[in-house]
């Protein structure tokens, strides 16, 4: 029996996940966590010395502070959002064994905290008994737009766009826990809408399904 609420949140690259999770995990008081983030961090040390991703995945030391994130200490947030690692990532997180040992970590996260969990699988894999699903998305251009704006990427925003379709379509095709809906996630497209405007919807849903939680806690108790 899961002692945390959890709020999970889910979609492709660049639909303004990172953001809303953030902010939500903010306005709730609870701990957000990024699970894109842990792919980029296995991807980066596996660059950085070798071996077996698997091996590096499994004794993973990570944390995150605001927006930060660290890696066995060391703040590597400038490093995980290159193309390289983008890359190097989606590619690592095809292989089941490396996200068995990333869903262990992720699970005991919410063991210890409430959390906003954002990720592809989270819904449907990591935290299928979460309180409250979302899937996030919106148009390719527009998230290759938002990329371009978020990291200066200095690449022409169609070759952008074609990563992004290309990461999509690994990221939906793999057979290892592919990016899907899950059926009892709520779908918010933000293609022209702006953070505040879709924050708003998303913490009123999130706050009108938090109270049936607690409401059906306190009977328990
Ligand atoms: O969200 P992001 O772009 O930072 O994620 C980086 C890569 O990790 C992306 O190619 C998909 C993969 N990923 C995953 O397979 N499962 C998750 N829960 C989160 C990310």
Do not use: C, H
């Not at 996260?109 to 699903?133: F, N, Q, W």
């Amino acid at each position: 029996m899961a002692a945390n609420p959890a709020v999970a949140i889910d979609g492709p690259a660049g639909a303004g996940k990172s953001t809303l999770a953030r902010l939500l995990a903010e306005k709730l008081g609870f701990v957000y966590v990024n699970t894109g983030a842990m792919y980029r961090a296995v991807a980066l040390l596996w660059k950085e010395r070798g071996g077996d991703p698997v091996e590096i995945a499994r004794n993973l030391e990570f944390d995150m502070k605001g927006d930060r994130i660290l890696v066995e200490g060391r703040d590597v947030t400038d490093k995980l959002y290159t193309p390289e690692i983008s890359e190097l990532s989606s590619k690592i997180s095809t292989d089941p064994r490396v996200r068995e040992a990333l869903v262990a970590l992720q699970r005991s996260m919410r063991e210890r905290y409430p959390v906003v969990m954002e990720g592809r699988d989270i819904g449907t894999v990591v935290l299928p008994d979460a309180e409250v699903k979302f899937f996030v998305t919106a148009s390719a251009l527009e998230r290759a737009r938002r990329r371009k704006a978020q990291f200066s990427d200095p690449r022409p925003l169609e070759e952008i766009r074609e990563e992004i379709e290309r990461r999509d379509r690994r990221d939906s095709s793999r057979r290892a826990s592919p990016l899907r809906r899950a059926p009892d996630a709520l779908v918010v497209d933000t293609t022209g809408m702006g953070i505040e405007e879709t924050l708003e919807v998303l913490l009123r849903f999130v706050k009108d399904r938090l109270k049936a939680y607690n409401r059906k806690n306190q009977k328990r108790r």
